[in-house]
């Protein structure tokens, strides 16, 4: 078994096997057929084998193509599971534990590993607590729940996370964590690009270091709860009349922790 940088032409076959893995679900929780967006989708799959921001592997067994791995970059040493499969009629046989093995091998210098799924799906949550992923909370940004894991490979601080007294004006990317102490609205307002009507909240988020006021926007609103902690990804600040504040940004995530 091994794994390998995808190539366009691996797109058909790739699609293939994503669509069959995905399908599958059903038979582990899932409401019926069907999976993460363009999971069935030639054309999809051949622009994320091209996207510079992901990297696309295949997986092989006996040099015939069985799953795929996406990979995308969060920060410093800090990567995300975009998308892991293995068709049907090659689970079970370890060829996951090992996509994984290799992958880490790869990326020797991460210091942390992080993906979601579904919280229904039986399938994939035990399979990630076996290979030493660990629940640190929920995503609610999608028609369910998702299950959030970790796996830190380093012991000590993430280097790719702030603490709330180390972040700057115009940083981007940001990783951080805090407790909701305050959320003051929400509010409506107009959007000065479109004219739409959009709603608007300012939350005050605190860890042990200080407190930045967190800017959401519409659906981000009722994913955050009064004194709940939750993890930022993707963040990105900006000083607003001498104050600080942070927004997620478009492909950032909100993750309330337990």
Request: some cysteine; glycine content about 8%; aromatic content about 10%.
């Amino acid at each position: 078994m091994e794994i390998q940088p995808a190539k366009t032409e691996d797109a058909g076959a790739l699609t293939e096997t994503c669509r069959r893995a995905f399908d599958s679900d059903s038979e582990f929780g899932a409401p019926g057929l069907g999976g993460p967006p363009g999971y069935d989708s030639l054309e999809w799959n051949s622009n994320v084998i091209n996207n510079r921001y992901l990297q696309y592997y295949k997986i092989l067994a006996d040099r015939e193509i069985v799953g795929g791995f996406i990979i995308a970059d969060r920060g410093l040493d800090y990567q995300v599971c975009e998308r892991v499969w293995i068709e049907p009629d090659n689970m079970r046989r370890g060829i996951g534990t090992r996509a994984f093995n290799l992958i880490w091998n790869l990326y020797s210098s991460a210091d942390l590993w992080v993906l979601g799924t579904p919280e229904w799906n039986t399938r994939t949550n035990s399979f990630y607590q076996s290979i030493g992923f660990v629940q640190i909370g929920k995503t609610h940004d999608y028609s369910w729940d998702g299950i959030y894991y970790e796996k830190r490979i380093t012991d000590g601080f993430p280097k790719a996370m702030s603490m709330i007294e180390d972040i700057r004006d115009r940083q981007q990317r940001v990783i951080v964590e805090g407790r909701v102490e305050r959320i003051e609205g929400p509010r409506s307002v107009k959007s000065r690009k479109t004219g739409d009507d959009l709603k608007v909240a300012d939350v005050t988020l605190t860890d042990d270091t200080g407190s930045i006021k967190l800017v959401l926007w519409n659906n981000q609103i009722p994913q955050v709860k009064n004194d709940t902690r939750i993890r930022i990804e993707e963040g990105y600040v900006k000083s607003y009349r001498d104050e600080l504040q942070m927004s997620v940004g478009k492909w950032g995530m909100i993750i309330t922790l337990i």
